[in-house]
């Protein structure tokens, strides 16, 4: 008996999957333009040279929640290579950029030196926003059917140097993916139309609570909890909330807390998490359906 063929993004939103708590965590990104084929391990399988990958790799195991993401964009090769180091951090995020012609050059990439604020010559701070939509077809079909088009639209509106096709981001089923770096909010089950809503909110310092994933600096758990606050308090501002505290009350249970700016109205969110009613393929490679994580708002309070 065959296979059902199906793309696990359509059905993820026939099930109408909450996608809030499910970002990709992750404090640092290295960002590598690849411009050649992705295999299904785009790392792993790409033409660096054995030692630049031992180099990124012992350069990820040494930075606290570091990833590495391949990007690319539709453009004649000219012999020079993009590199984007993204600090995601709640205040002050930062973007730095430098050009390499050789991927040996990595070799010399000290991060936690550039993290520090140390100097790396041709190195500057990139003051635009970056969008990554992840377009890894080899990884999973639903990257390539809805991330490129998306990709292609947001391009054309946005400029080649701001949209970047990425490898694989985390969530295959919520395709098409799109991140807003440096501030890394994700986004799930990105469209056309909902594409350009979330760009031009971005532009705003406003982030769109519909198809919301969560933001990469948080645990999954604060990301449901910052959704649950913004959608009970109407706070869209990217900057509207700062977070104070996490405390596990239960073995999937926190109480988690967060504040206004000025510190005089404390938000807090009671979020438990449990697994769905419903089961679905959570990748197009998945042979049996499975159930999924969801969060649930227990309780929410503001004061001050």
């Not at 026939?14 to 640092?28: F, I, P």
């Not at 951090?89 to 140390?118: K, N, T």
């Not at 005089?264 to 359906?289: G, I």
């Amino acid at each position: 008996m065959s296979e059902p063929f199906f793309y696990c993004s359509e059905l993820s939103r026939r099930l109408a999957e909450k996608t809030y708590g499910t970002a990709s965590t992750g404090d640092v990104w290295l960002l590598i333009e690849y411009p050649f084929a992705w295999a299904s391990k785009a790392f792993q399988e790409s033409i660096l040279s054995t030692g630049v990958k031992a180099h990124l790799n012992k350069l990820i195991k040494s930075i606290p929640r570091m990833k590495l993401l391949f990007i690319k964009r539709e453009r004649v090769k000219d012999g020079a290579f993009n590199v984007f180091l993204v600090r995601c951090r709640e205040r002050h995020p930062s973007i730095v950029h430098f050009g390499i012609r050789d991927y040996e050059q990595l070799l010399a990439l000290d991060a936690a030196s550039i993290l520090a604020g140390g100097a790396l010559p041709g190195a500057s701070v990139f003051d635009a926003p970056l969008y990554l939509v992840c377009t890894h077809g080899k990884r999973d079909k639903c990257c390539a059917k809805f991330g490129y088009p998306l990709y292609k639209v947001l391009r054309s509106t946005c400029g080649d140097s701001a949209v970047w096709q990425s490898s694989h981001v985390g969530g295959d089923r919520f395709a098409a993916n799109l991140i807003c770096f440096p501030h890394g909010l994700f986004y799930a089950h990105v469209t056309e139309e909902t594409g350009r809503t979330m760009i031009d909110e971005y532009a705003q310092r406003r982030l769109v609570l519909e198809k919301y994933r969560g933001r990469a600096c948080y645990s999954h758990h604060v990301q449901a909890a910052e959704f649950f606050i913004r959608s009970e308090s109407a706070l869209t501002g990217i900057d509207e909330l700062h977070f104070l505290n996490s405390e596990r009350v239960a073995e999937k249970r926190w109480r988690v807390r967060f504040s206004t700016p000025d510190g005089e109205t404390v938000h807090e969110a009671l979020v438990s998490n449990a697994m769905s009613d419903f089961q679905s393929y959570t990748t197009c490679h998945s042979t049996e359906e499975t159930r999924v994580s969801q969060y649930l708002l227990d309780e929410y309070r503001a004061s001050g």
